[in-house]
């Protein structure tokens, strides 16, 4: 069965740190990958995603990620990060099977400290 | 910005009965979703929409679940007879036709007692 691990349960940073939150998954087919943030009592918001091209995909307020296939993992980046920022995060994968349901992690609860 | 928008926030329920849980997905999707997530683990999905009828379906969604789109604006989640471990936030989200991204709405939390 498909699974999505975050390894990283809680992440705690000073602002300005830099944020690298894990993402692997077990499937060995074509994936469509995602990346998905969850602000204090709001939904979820899309950050990033993946569908092919350029493994390195930038998404909204300076966030990137990075598809590695060799090591079925969707890293997810960012150089500075803000108080702002502290969310909790979720990777997501839809292998491309027709269906649309996406698979996520446990998430990656992120608190950034003033 | 368009969004999906869910009712009610917060649903409190005794173990047996039913509920039905709300959504209004964005005006020109066309494919609906539900998840749920459990306090404390990972966002599940339950079941995938198209058509006026189920494309997909996890384990999860078993007998006691069901979805309707009763109009052209509103999707439903009816749990028939609701037990403890069905407390948990539900999420709806919709997409496109053509598009993989979901847009989610901000969840409804059920509580059985």
């Known amino acids: 069965a498909q699974s999505v691990s975050q390894h990283n349960h809680h992440v705690i940073l000073s602002e300005a740190a830099s944020l690298e939150l894990g993402c692997n998954y077990s499937?060995?087919?074509?994936?469509?990958l995602f990346w998905y943030v969850q602000y204090p009592g709001q939904h979820l918001q899309l950050l990033l995603k993946?569908?092919?091209?350029?493994?390195l995909v930038k998404g909204i307020k300076g966030f990137e990620a990075e598809f590695i296939k060799s090591k079925f993992s969707f890293n997810l980046r960012k150089p500075s990060v803000q108080w702002s920022d502290t969310a909790e995060y979720f990777c997501?994968?839809?292998?491309?099977?027709?269906?649309?349901?996406?698979?996520f992690g446990t998430g990656t609860r992120l608190t950034v400290i003033p | 910005e368009p969004e999906v928008t869910q009712t009610p926030s917060h649903q409190v329920t005794q173990m047996g009965q039913e509920v039905i849980l709300r959504c209004v997905p964005i005006?020109?999707?066309?494919?609906f979703y539900w998840y749920r997530q459990i306090l404390g683990q990972k966002v599940e999905f339950l079941v995938s929409?198209?058509?006026?009828?189920?494309?997909?379906k996890s384990e999860i969604f078993d007998d006691q679940f069901s979805v309707e789109r009763p109009d052209g604006s509103n999707f439903t989640l009816k749990i028939r007879s609701t037990k403890l471990e069905d407390s948990a936030m539900y999420f709806c989200?919709?997409?496109?036709?053509?598009?993989?991204?979901?847009?989610f709405g901000p969840g409804t939390r059920l509580t059985v007692l």
């Open positions: 005006s020109n999707h066309l494919y």
């Open positions: 993946y569908f092919s091209g350029d493994p």
């Open positions: 997501a994968v839809n292998p491309q099977t027709g269906a649309n349901n996406l698979f």
């Open positions: 929409f198209y058509n006026n009828e189920i494309s997909e």
């Open positions: 499937y060995g087919g074509t994936v469509n």
């Open positions: 989200a919709s997409s496109a036709t053509g598009r993989v991204e979901q847009f």
